[in-house]
């Protein structure tokens, strides 16, 4: 009986934990003092705590502490939201001040939280911990809307696909277009197929995540960004996922199931958000990318320490 009493306590003990433990799995940074996002699951959670008013019956007091841990989650929620870096010269707050739309838009957004945890303390206190997508609406407000447009620095030839004569350097892609890639080397993947997404490993340089960083070349041209998105895939799953560990990232469903890895050299940007490589990896990100959409779709990981 006893034994059957521990393996139940182990069990319960597993499933109180088990929120916190997928929560911290992947990247993680804390955000003010009550906030974190999770940049591998694009997750933003909260805790708010309320106490209880001791001139109220017990069942009233209980309930008004729920109501102001749900409060100052709220509040939570929105000041974490506020401090998260959109590129490398923005915040959310900056685009929140400029905009009312943008403003009110996010503030519904966190409103529309999710209570995944609830703790009744012995002291009558009780702690909630919310949670609120950064993808989706959230995205959708303060993303540029500025999207497409960029030409792959392949090394070669680019034909216009109706008249066949070379397409001029520099003149933006109209929609719809697909370009005729001619020569080139094609880039094969680890396991001889074509690489499925990129993971850029820029651990030691200080990078910062953000919602929507860059890979610049080193001449600080743009190798992957908002030029080459459609930006329907980076509402919906962000423009880059972030992890710490190269070995699980290699294996997220985002890059998987053979990304290419190349290592920066630097950050770069006021907020450190964007990530400078060599400019033989820029051909060879451009050259692979040639063959497979990743950059389109947003296949793109960074690892940071």
Not at 91 to 103: G, K, R, W
Request: proline share 5%; with cysteine.
């Amino acid at each position: 009986m006893k034994v059957r009493k521990n393996v139940i306590c182990i069990w319960l003990i597993i499933l109180i934990l088990m929120p916190l433990l997928l929560f911290s799995q992947g990247y993680v940074q804390q955000v003010g003092p009550s906030g974190k996002v999770n940049w591998t699951s694009q997750v933003i959670k909260c805790t708010g705590i309320g106490a209880p008013n001791p001139d109220q019956s017990m069942a009233a007091q209980r309930a008004g502490a729920l109501r102001a841990a749900k409060l100052d989650a709220l509040r939570n929620l929105l000041e974490t939201v506020k401090g998260i870096n959109i590129n490398a010269e923005t915040t959310v707050e900056n685009a929140m001040i400029t905009s009312d739309v943008i403003q009110s838009n996010v503030k519904g957004a966190v409103r529309g939280y999710q209570v995944v945890d609830t703790r009744y303390m012995s002291s009558g206190d009780v702690e909630v911990d919310v949670e609120v997508p950064l993808t989706g609406v959230i995205m959708e407000n303060v993303l540029p809307q500025d999207f497409g447009g960029g030409i792959l620095l392949t090394g070669e030839q680019l034909l216009c696909p109706v008249c066949g004569q070379p397409w001029p350097v520099g003149k933006p892609v109209p929609p719809g277009i697909d370009l005729v890639h001619v020569g080139g080397d094609y880039q094969e993947g680890y396991g001889g197929g074509v690489f499925t997404g990129l993971i850029i490993d820029a651990r030691g340089l200080n990078v910062r995540p953000a919602m929507a960083p860059k890979v610049l070349d080193q001449k600080g041209d743009e190798v992957y960004g908002s030029k080459y998105v459609e930006r329907e895939y980076a509402v919906d799953i962000g423009m880059v996922g972030y992890e710490k560990n190269i070995d699980r990232a290699a294996h997220n469903d985002r890059v998987a199931d053979n990304p290419l890895i190349v290592k920066a050299l630097e950050a770069s940007g006021q907020n450190g958000t964007d990530v400078v490589v060599s400019e033989a990896d820029a051909i060879k990100i451009h050259n692979a990318a040639a063959n497979m959409n990743f950059l389109e779709h947003c296949k793109v990981m960074f690892i940071l320490d």
